[in-house]
């Protein structure tokens, strides 16, 4: 049975706001999925990264490089890949532990970012998209009048003028949630980050101090 809202059902809406409605959909199914799949990565590689470090320099003052190794993959996220890239150089040097750490750590922030600028130019486009609905509702309206030169039923010209205001708050119902959902996710990729630099800048220092 279809939801309905003052009389009408939620298709009966979505068909009242015209063909921009159709845009504000997509962009809603892109914004969720998006969300969801950042959701789940960000879940993935929830990881305790002081405990990694520990227990990776526990096993290199040890001497014990393949253990040390064999820790930073059991755990997952950007500080666990480059912390086991930099093991990896053990006995190479400093430059190329850093060059290795460089090029991972690139790697790891694509992943971090990734999906944030569909976001942000959902959050951006849906509003406009809206506005659209909402000029070309009025246009329809106008030539109505137009047309019957201005001996019009109130039922006729409503249809122009529901079509600007439902396309209107369909933009503003999928914009204020994705950049919300935007907003949370860049500060837990701010959060991400931070721990990087500084486990990258921690293993650095202790492989260069081995070396």
Do not use: W
Not at 153 to 160: C, D, F, N, R, T
């Amino acid at each position: 049975m279809p939801v309905r809202a003052g009389g009408f059902s939620v298709l009966d809406i979505f068909y009242r706001g015209g063909p921009v409605m159709y845009f504000i959909l997509l962009c809603s199914i892109l914004s969720l999925a998006v969300a969801l799949e950042r959701l789940f990565y960000f879940i993935r590689i929830r990881t305790p990264y002081e405990e990694l470090l520990n227990d990776v320099e526990t096993a290199l003052r040890q001497d014990r490089p393949l253990e040390a190794i064999q820790i930073a993959r059991r755990y997952r996220g950007p500080v666990a890949n480059v912390v086991a890239a930099a093991i990896t150089r053990h006995g190479q040097g400093e430059k190329a532990i850093r060059e290795a750490v460089q090029k991972v750590g690139q790697e790891e922030v694509y992943q971090l970012e990734k999906g944030l600028a569909v976001l942000e130019m959902v959050g951006t486009v849906s509003p406009l998209l809206g506005l659209l609905g909402t000029v070309t509702g009025l246009i329809k309206s106008f030539n109505v009048l137009g047309a019957l030169e201005g001996i019009v039923s109130p039922a006729v010209l409503s249809i122009g003028i529901a079509e600007a205001l439902i396309t209107t708050a369909a933009g503003l119902m999928v914009a204020i949630p994705t950049l919300a959902v935007y907003t949370f996710f860049s500060r837990l990729v701010d959060r991400h980050l931070v721990n990087l630099n500084k486990a990258t800048g921690e293993i650095i220092n202790l492989m260069s101090g081995r070396g």
